[in-house]
Structure formats: structure tokens, C-alpha cells
């Protein structure tokens, strides 16, 4: 199966700053077919971003997705004080199934 | 909007099994892939398994084949998650979610919606 490493494992930020959060793949995801989403204490992950880069129904523009084939990233462009949470990556169409990161705690500073 | 709630928290001795619900209300549930995913105390999220309602058959992750199954009530718009033989390694919330495509398979799926979590705690 396909495993996702995460880094870092916490980012430690201001809110203003700019988030560069990375997903690397053991093996090519297949069509960029890699979602993000948002955790915060005690509520259900929020979609972010699927297919590597576009962004989910009514998310901010400050969030955004590139990469492709083993590499990807999710970044924030100015981190508002709610854009502070524990974020995962998922691969999906890949043999046997579907996989997710180990987060990555995006604290403020 | 499609909106899944799930059934409440449950306690489970080790060895027994425990039975999740997850209805939909607000949008098409029997075309679009119900998954099922968990988080252990303090852990990531990790996939369960998957249905389509309307086709009835279940895909399984590797890890719990066997030991769940996954069903779906398109008549009350429920997907069920039972999983067998419990232990306390098993105590986690469980979330359903609803897959991306129509007719979509589960394992080609990201989530969204997803319901608000079970707490399922194996103890004895």
C-alpha cells in the first residue's frame, strides 16, 4: 500500500505567516488523486482540497494544493487564528486502498 | 446539503461486537460511497472500508477483513459499520463519510460530508 509521510510533524507559526505543509508518497500517486483536510479538537476532518489542488465548496483562497506524483504540499498563504489544527493528507485510487498521512499539528508561535 | 448523523457512544467489553450507525438526510444516498473511518485516542485517521448502497457489496481494508462489515438501508438512508471480536486496541472514534463520485468506487473517494463521529470504548 501506499504510505504518507508528513512533515514536519508540528509547524510552530504566527497567525499572518505563511504554512508550507509536505506529503510524500512511497510510490506515484495515481492521477494527483490526493485530498487534504483540517482537524481541530474534538470535531470531524473538514475537506480542504482534492485532486492535489482544487480547493473544496467554500474554502478560503488562502489555502492551496500542488504537487504530483510523490510529492505534494498544502499551503496557507496568511495563517488566520482558526487555521490553527492538525491537517492530513489522503490518497485514494490506489491498490489495495486508501490512505492517510500522520498529520502534521500546526500550532501558533 | 447532505448531512450524516451517527449513532451514540458505546461501551464494549473485549470479545464482543459493536454495531455504528450513520443516516443521511439533504441529498442522493444510494449512489455515492459510504466509507468508514476511525481515529484511535490521539492518532491519525485510518480507513475502514466502503459501500455503495444502491450495489450493496462492501470493499474492505486488508487490516479488518474478516472482523467488520459494512452494510447499507437505502429505504431509511443508514449505512452500518459492525465490527467483531473487540479489543481494546479497537477504542476509537468512528467516522462515516460520504464518498466524492457518483457510482464512484470507495477507494477511489475523498470525504465529504463526514458525520460527527462515534466513540466506541473496548473495555472490560
Known amino acids: 500500500e501506499i504510505v504518507l509521510t508528513q512533515s514536519p510533524g508540528t509547524l510552530s507559526l504566527s497567525p499572518g505567516e505563511r504554512a508550507t505543509l509536505s506529503c510524500r508518497a512511497s510510490?506515484?500517486?495515481?492521477?494527483?488523486?490526493l485530498a487534504w483536510y483540517q482537524q481541530k479538537p474534538g470535531q470531524a476532518p473538514r475537506l480542504l482540497i482534492y485532486?492535489?489542488?482544487s480547493r473544496a465548496t467554500g474554502i478560503p483562497d488562502r489555502f492551496s494544493g500542488s504537487g504530483s506524483g510523490t510529492d505534494f504540499t498544502l499551503t496557507i498563504s496568511r495563517l488566520e487564528p482558526e487555521d490553527f489544527a492538525v491537517y492530513y493528507c489522503?490518497?485514494?485510487?490506489?491498490?489495495?486502498?486508501?490512505?492517510f498521512g500522520q498529520g502534521t499539528r500546526l500550532e501558533i508561535k | 446539503q447532505v448531512q450524516l448523523v451517527q449513532s451514540g457512544a458505546e461501551v464494549k467489553k473485549p470479545g464482543s461486537s459493536v454495531k455504528v450507525s450513520c443516516k443521511a438526510s439533504g441529498g442522493t444516498f444510494s449512489s455515492y460511497a459510504i466509507s468508514w473511518v476511525r481515529q484511535a485516542p490521539g492518532q491519525g485517521l485510518e480507513w475502514m472500508g466502503g459501500?455503495?448502497?444502491?450495489?450493496?457489496?462492501?470493499n474492505y481494508a486488508q487490516k479488518f477483513q474478516g472482523r467488520v462489515t459494512i452494510t447499507a438501508d437505502e429505504s431509511t438512508s443508514t449505512a452500518y459499520m459492525e465490527l467483531s471480536s473487540l479489543r481494546s486496541e479497537d477504542t476509537a472514534v468512528y467516522y462515516c463519510?460520504?464518498?466524492?463520485?457518483?457510482?464512484?468506487?470507495?477507494?477511489?473517494?475523498?470525504?465529504?460530508?463526514w458525520g460527527q463521529g462515534t466513540l466506541v470504548t473496548v473495555s472490560s
Open positions: 459501500i455503495i448502497p444502491i450495489f450493496g457489496t462492501a
Open positions: 463519510a460520504r464518498g466524492s463520485g457518483y457510482y464512484s468506487p470507495p477507494t477511489y473517494n475523498w470525504f465529504d460530508p
Open positions: 485532486g492535489a489542488s
Open positions: 510510490q506515484s500517486v495515481s492521477s494527483s488523486y
Open positions: 489522503q490518497q485514494y485510487g490506489s491498490s489495495p486502498g486508501i490512505t
